[in-house]
C-alpha cells in the first residue's frame, strides 16, 4: 500500500506540474474533468447522484453546468481587453471581467438547479438540490480558482504555486512534524492522527516555504515576478494553511457523517479526487482572493 501510494503521489505531482505549467486550454479541460469527478464522487457520497438513472436529473444537471461554466470562465479570461499602459490598468481590466464571469457562472448556475427543483417537484426533494448545489460550489466553483489564479494574474504562472505550498506542502510539514513530536489530538473523532503539533508545522512550514519560494524566484529571475515581499507571502502561506486544514477535516466530516471510508477508487493508495484534492478546493479561492488584496 506505501509504494502505491507513493507512485500515484508522485504521478499526480508530475502531472499536476505539467498542466499548471502549460496553463491555458489544457489547464480548463484538465480542471473541468477533474471537477465532473468530484461533482459525481459528491453526488454518490451525499446522495443525488443515486444508481437508478430516472434519479439522476440533479447529478447530470450540476455535470453540464460545470462544462457551461467552465467555459464560461475560459471565455472571460480570453475576452478580455489588454491595455498597455501599466501592469496595474491590466491587472484591473482583467480583474473586472473576471469576476463579473464569475458572479455571473454561479448566479446562473443557482438558477438553473431552481427551474430544475420547481419543475420537476415533488420528483427532486429539497434536501437533494441544496446537496447539489452545495456540491457544485464545493468541487467544480472552488477548484476553478486554480484556473483563474494562473490565468487571472500578470504573473499567474508562478503565483499559482502559493496554492499547491499551502496545500500539499502545509499537510507534508504537517505530517512529518506529527510523526515526530505529535502528542495532543487536535480534532480526535474526526482525524484522530492528526496532531496540534503537526497543525502549527504545517503552518509555519506553509509560511516558510511561501516566503522561501518567493526570495528564490525573486533573487534568481530576471524582473520581479510576484510584487509582494517575502513576508507578505509567508503571512498568506500560514492563512492559506489553516485553511487547507479546514478543508481536509471538513471532507472527512462529511466521510463521517455520511458513513463512507472514501469519496472514489479512483487514485489508488488515496481515493477519490475529493479525497486528494479536499485541501486544494479551498485553498485555492482563499490565495486567489489573497493575491488580489495584495496585488492591488
Not at 502549460?22 to 484538465?30: D, E, F
Not at 420547481?118 to 486554480?146: D, I, N, Q, T
Not at 487514485?267 to 486544494?280: N, W
Request: glycine share 10%; with cysteine.
Amino acid at each position: 500500500m506505501f509504494w502505491t501510494r507513493l507512485g500515484s503521489g508522485v504521478l499526480l505531482v508530475i502531472l499536476a506540474v505539467f498542466f499548471i505549467l502549460t496553463g491555458g486550454p489544457v489547464l480548463a479541460v484538465s480542471l473541468c474533468l477533474i471537477s465532473l469527478v468530484a461533482y459525481r464522487e459528491l453526488g454518490r457520497a451525499l446522495g443525488f447522484g443515486a444508481e437508478d438513472k430516472k434519479k439522476q436529473v440533479l447529478l447530470y444537471t450540476g455535470m453540464i453546468l460545470t462544462i457551461l461554466y467552465y467555459i464560461w470562465i475560459y471565455l472571460s479570461l480570453s475576452l478580455h481587453p489588454s491595455p498597455m499602459s501599466s501592469v496595474q490598468a491590466a491587472q484591473f481590466y482583467i480583474g473586472a471581467y473576471l469576476y463579473r464571469g464569475i458572479a455571473f457562472g454561479i448566479v446562473a448556475a443557482f438558477l438553473v438547479f431552481l427551474f430544475v427543483y420547481v419543475f420537476r417537484f415533488p420528483k427532486e426533494h429539497g434536501r437533494e438540490v441544496m446537496a447539489a448545489c452545495f456540491s457544485f460550489l464545493y468541487a467544480p466553483v472552488m477548484l476553478s480558482f486554480l484556473f483563474l489564479t494562473r490565468e487571472g494574474f500578470l504573473t499567474g504562472n508562478y503565483l499559482v504555486w502559493f496554492i499547491f505550498l499551502c496545500s500539499w506542502g502545509s499537510d507534508t510539514c504537517a505530517y512529518a512534524v506529527g510523526v515526530l513530536i505529535g502528542k495532543h489530538k487536535m480534532t480526535p473523532k474526526l482525524s484522530p492522527k492528526k496532531s496540534v503539533e503537526g497543525a502549527v508545522g504545517g503552518i509555519a512550514g506553509a509560511a516558510l516555504l511561501c516566503a522561501l519560494y518567493v526570495y528564490l524566484v525573486e533573487r534568481y529571475a530576471a524582473m520581479p515576478v510576484f510584487g509582494i515581499s517575502a513576508g507578505a507571502a509567508a503571512a498568506l502561506g500560514a492563512v492559506g494553511a489553516m485553511v487547507s486544514m479546514v478543508g481536509d477535516l471538513a471532507a472527512s466530516a462529511f466521510k463521517r457523517d455520511y458513513g463512507i471510508k472514501d469519496y472514489g477508487k479512483l487514485i489508488p493508495g488515496h481515493g477519490g479526487i475529493m479525497d486528494r484534492f479536499d485541501s486544494v478546493i479551498v485553498t485555492a479561492p482563499l490565495i486567489f482572493i489573497g493575491l488580489s488584496f495584495l496585488l492591488t
